[in-house]
């Protein structure tokens, strides 16, 4: 009887590890789990938000899993205490059939629908390219053209900062050029 509770024991053990391994190797095969380090509220560094009082109270971005990890959601230029506040929503999803984060949203303010993926996502950081789509009598529509490429190239200098520049595609010279002249700095907080 003795070695029938050991090996009863000894059985549920075994099953217990195998159980919790196998759940450790579904955890490591989603493949959105590449985006963990982004995920969080982003905001602007304060030497910045005390020389533009407009962005007290705003963060830059927002990224967060969905409940099961299939996409995550996006929100840019938003409030921090007024939850109809923000310029743009999206999802960055993996498409099954071509193998990318695709990434879509839209400029709530503006109408401006934003298509386009993210490349080379790794835990130094990721390259979101992506086509604005604007509407025929806007500023952009009117000078640029109505859909205008950009790219943007994101560094993590660590958990809780990273840096990004914004490039258009200038169908002139047909290359990309900087948008602002700065490098974005926005910190998780």
């Known amino acids: 009887m003795k070695h029938k509770t050991n090996f009863c024991l000894l059985l549920f053990l075994l099953m217990t590890i195998q159980y919790s391994t196998s ?20 905001h602007a560094p304060d030497s910045i938000i005390k020389k533009t009082p407009p962005m007290q109270g705003r963060a830059i971005f927002k990224f967060e899993f969905d409940k099961v990890h299939s996409h995550i959601k996006v ?5 921090l205490t007024d939850n109809e506040d923000f310029a743009f ?4 999803s993996l498409n099954a059939l071509t193998g990318k984060y695709e990434f879509f ?15 080379n996502v790794s835990s130094v950081g990721f390259t979101r390219e992506y086509d604005v789509y604007y509407p025929k009598d806007s500023y952009m529509g009117k000078n640029f053209g109505q859909v205008i490429s950009f790219r943007e190239d994101f560094v993590f200098h660590d958990d809780n900062m990273m840096s990004f520049d914004i490039k258009f595609y200038n169908s002139r010279n047909k290359r990309y050029e900087m948008w602002s002249e700065n490098k974005h700095v926005v910190v998780k907080k």
Do not use: A, C, H
């Open 105 to 119: 949203g839209v400029n709530t303010q503006r109408n401006f629908l934003f298509k386009g993926y993210f490349s």
């Open 23 to 42: 759940q450790e190797e579904v955890k490591k095969e989603n493949p959105m789990d590449v985006f963990e380090p982004l995920v969080g509220i982003w």
């Open 89 to 92: 929503t999206g999802i960055i």
């Open 75 to 79: 929100l840019e230029d938003f409030s």
